[in-house]
């Protein structure tokens, strides 16, 4: 008897689910239930990425502007110049092995630069329709970035003769390296070696 009731207990509890399930979705019973799903609290992943993006953009300080570069030439246009009609080019090389001082590597090099060159061609009238005083230069050094403001562009123009310059431009270029020896005797205040490269335009 206890077994009879036990097994009337679980056919009436499938019945009663089976009879759910039919109404939850047969059609012809002129409805149908759908389960109600529980909505995400938390906003999309491509919404949160812009909120988030869009807040560190609003915390971020402003990026810092490129710091300013130095002052580097005297030159209105870059050398040499299409104004200036270029014949020749001559080029050498400075050191200051001693003192730390540019401007006399600079003067160096372009000594250098003019020293083994004539130019009868101006003097002589080789040119036609062009004299001695219309000679024109253009000058172009090639010095270390950290030393270009000390470099004394008045002094290293007194290196040539004649001549009217148009435009000394500066661009990063040379060499700081060892000498090898710190000469306190020499004006040292370090081993550094000072190296420029000087091209000088000539033209007309």
């Known amino acids: 008897m206890i077994a009879s009731s036990s097994f009337t207990a679980t056919s009436t509890a499938k019945l009663l689910h089976s009879s759910s399930a039919t109404r939850n979705s047969n059609p012809f019973l002129g409805f149908?239930?759908?389960t109600p799903t529980k909505q995400?609290?938390?906003?999309?992943?491509?919404?949160?990425?812009?909120?988030?993006?869009?807040?560190?953009?609003r915390s971020s300080p402003p990026a810092a502007p490129?710091?300013?570069?130095?002052?580097?030439?005297?030159?209105?246009e870059t050398v040499p110049s299409p104004s200036m009609k270029l014949l020749f080019v001559e080029m050498g090389v400075g050191y200051d092995q001693h003192g730390q001082d540019i401007t006399s590597a600079a003067m160096r090099a372009c000594r250098d630069a003019i020293s083994s060159n004539s130019i009868p061609a101006f003097r002589r009238g080789s040119i036609p329709g062009v004299t001695f005083n219309e000679m024109k230069l253009q000058i172009k050094l090639g010095v270390p970035r950290p030393l270009q403001n000390s470099l004394e562009i008045e002094k290293v123009k007194s290196v040539f003769p004649y001549?009217?310059?148009?435009?000394?431009?500066?661009v990063d270029g040379g060499l700081i390296c060892s000498s090898g020896v710190h000469v306190e005797e020499m004006g040292d205040k370090n081993d550094d070696c000072y190296i420029v490269n000087a091209a000088v335009y000539v033209g007309y």
């Open 66 to 76: 490129p710091p300013s570069q130095p002052k580097t030439s005297m030159a209105s």
């Open 32 to 34: 149908t239930h759908k």
């Open 163 to 170: 001549g009217r310059i148009l435009s000394i431009e500066v």
């Open 40 to 57: 995400s609290s938390s906003p999309p992943r491509r919404v949160l990425h812009l909120v988030l993006t869009a807040s560190i953009s």
